[in-house]
């Protein structure tokens, strides 16, 4: 969908659309898509725009980012590949139109999947290796992947990221309809290659003939960047501006608290101070004009700093989260403002993780200090109401007379006390689905369905995300994949064990202890003078090993030759190893506690 003939954003002049014929994203109207939702992806068709003059792109609607491409002397720089190789192919059909230059830098922004994990679509690791192309990225980069990786968070983190984004659902009126800040987010072939040029603060430098300016953004990612071209005019504004939708001040999915006043002050600060005649955001389409890139920036920070603000003038007044939800809205210059709809971030629930991350979950009242466990709270109101089946005919009846939250909230107690409940769990999906069909919010939506789809035994599993790419993978050092062994020592296995391990890592010759002390475990960066055990292994066996069965994997590496036990016995070996849980890859239900 355009208006009055104009793909892109902002003033008339100065950027053209090459259009590419498709869109990824549901664009057919129906009953079970709010009209605005379909409006929306109706302006996700993919094609090129080009910013005239400056040698600048943006490869549109192929992924849920959008790639930028600057032309340079003898090279090109690419900022933010997409989610996947696969996305990245089709990228590079469209890449090699504008030029078969080589390529000489990649930038990522920040740590998402969704502007790094294409890079080997476009470079392989030989290639950073020869030093024919740079990846630059944040310092901290490495370590959020490593957070979020399976050697942290990653087990939930990915269970969540397919409920939020939809992977478990088909593209369709009665499934995900866009991916909010671009047409579609599904993941098949994950890469990474790890960067080459790290940014502190700032980091200002040329390549192919083009100055450009990196500076650390932290908003919608600690470790987020912006690249401006002092030369060009054109600011590359990352994610600070998180496409055409209210910026995700928090998302569902689950993450370390986004500080909304870090957020609005990173674009004052790095911002709103340049003279950029245009702006191109990695979601969203570009923006023409210095008067409307100004506009654009204004009302981001302002819609950010009105909801944070309020919210806490709200908290300083007494009001709990709840309360919060239903009392700070958007103004509505803000609201109507392009740049701001709800399709991806949400009021809602950025107010209840202000309230969060800002004093905590306490709400002052004592008696949610040591409630009763939700399971035996459910069962008491049962009891109370009239038992399960009056409940449920209660919930039937509301959901007759189209109140489908409170239908859900009743059946939430009947599928917590018993999950095999058929009637109770259909009940409770059917009222899900019918709240997720009204909400233009892509997260929402998909988290309603999915998790219905669970309830009803329909959701199919074999599209989940896998967590777990070989590339990513092996691009973590040994100390962080070790690292994530901690959140899986299980202290009812060594409450009494003390016991320590001494790791070589054979092919970069580095040095780790693993110490077990009655249910903890330390990782040190050094080679402890005496161990109980210690064992030779490459980083590709320590990979098989932390990902597979740890005693099992090292066992027929020794049997291979790849590995050598060097201090102790197998017993002692296989004892140490069995504090650890395996690796859990069973699905993590989310919609019946």
């Given at each position: ?180 800040l671009g047409p579609d987010c599904v993941m098949q072939t994950l890469s990474l290659i790890a960067p080459t ?397």
């Amino acid at each position: 969908m355009v208006s009055n003939g104009k793909y892109w954003l902002g003033a008339d002049e100065g950027i053209t659309f090459a259009p590419g014929g498709g869109n990824l994203a549901c664009t057919d109207f129906a009953d079970t898509v709010p009209r605005a939702m379909t409006e929306h992806s109706r302006t996700m068709d993919s094609g090129v725009f080009e910013i005239v003059g400056k040698g600048v792109y943006q490869i549109f609607g192929y992924a849920l980012s959008a790639m930028t491409v600057v032309v340079g002397d003898g090279g090109l720089i690419l900022i933010d590949p997409p989610e996947d190789v696969e996305k990245g192919r089709r990228i590079v059909e469209e890449l090699r139109k504008i030029s078969d230059l080589p390529i000489r830098a990649i930038v990522y922004s920040h740590w998402h999947n969704d502007h790094y994990a294409g890079v080997k679509a476009f470079v392989s690791q030989e290639q950073v290796d020869a030093g024919e192309c740079m990846v630059i990225a944040h310092r901290d980069f490495m370590d959020n992947i490593t957070a979020n990786s399976a050697s942290g968070l990653g087990p939930i983190l990915g269970t969540r990221v397919d409920y939020s984004l939809g992977n478990l659902l088909e593209m369709g009126p009665k499934g995900r309809v866009n991916g909010g800040l671009g047409p579609d987010c599904v993941m098949q072939t994950l890469s990474l290659i790890a960067p080459t040029v790290l940014v502190d603060d700032t980091l200002e430098h040329t390549v192919a003939g083009v100055r450009m300016v990196h500076s650390w953004a932290p908003s919608e990612a600690i470790d987020e960047i912006i690249t401006w071209f002092p030369d060009l005019g054109v600011l590359q504004s990352a994610e600070v501006i998180q496409g055409e939708s209210f910026p995700n001040l928090h998302t569902i999915r689950g993450s370390r608290y986004r500080d909304p006043q870090q957020w609005f002050k990173s674009i004052d600060k790095h911002l709103r101070p340049l003279p950029a005649d245009f702006m191109i955001p990695s979601h969203g389409r570009p923006v023409a004009g210095r008067t409307e890139v100004a506009k654009v920036l204004r009302d981001y920070r302002d819609a950010i700093s009105y909801v944070y603000d309020q919210t806490l003038r709200h908290m300083n007044q007494g009001h709990l989260p709840d309360d919060l939800a239903a009392e700070v809205t958007l103004p509505v210059h803000l609201a109507t403002s392009p740049w701001l709809g709800d399709f991806y971030g949400g009021v809602p629930h950025s107010v209840r993780e202000i309230y969060y991350g800002e004093i905590g979950w306490f709400d002052s009242d004592p008696t949610s200090l040591n409630p009763l466990h939700p399971t035996e709270s459910s069962r008491r109101y049962i009891e109370l109401i009239g038992g399960r089946d009056t409940v449920l005919d209660l919930a039937r009846q509301a959901a007759e007379t189209g109140d489908h939250q409170w239908a859900a909230e009743l059946t939430r107690h009947l599928v917590r006390t018993d999950p095999t409940d058929q009637q109770a769990r259909s009940a409770k999906a059917d009222a899900l689905r019918n709240i997720g069909y009204t909400t233009t919010n892509s997260n929402w939506r998909n988290y309603y369905l999915t998790a219905a789809r669970e309830l009803d035994g329909t959701i199919d599993y074999t599209m989940k995300l896998n967590i777990n790419a070989p590339d990513q993978l092996g691009a973590l050092p040994a100390t962080a994949l070790l690292e994530g062994l901690r959140v899986r020592l299980d202290p009812s296995r060594c409450a009494d064990t003390t016991a320590s391990l001494a790791v070589h890592v054979t092919d970069q010759d580095q040095h780790l202890t693993l110490h077990v002390r009655r249910g903890v475990l330390e990782v040190a960066q050094i080679a402890a003078p005496e161990t109980d055990l210690a064992i030779d292994a490459s980083h590709s066996v320590i990979l098989g090993m932390v990902y597979r069965d740890l005693y099992g994997a090292f066992t027929q590496a020794v049997t291979a030759g790849n590995a050598t036990l060097v201090k102790g016995d197998p017993e002692a070996l296989r004892r140490f190893f069995d504090c650890f849980d395996t690796l859990d890859t069973t699905p993590i239900r989310q919609a019946d506690r």
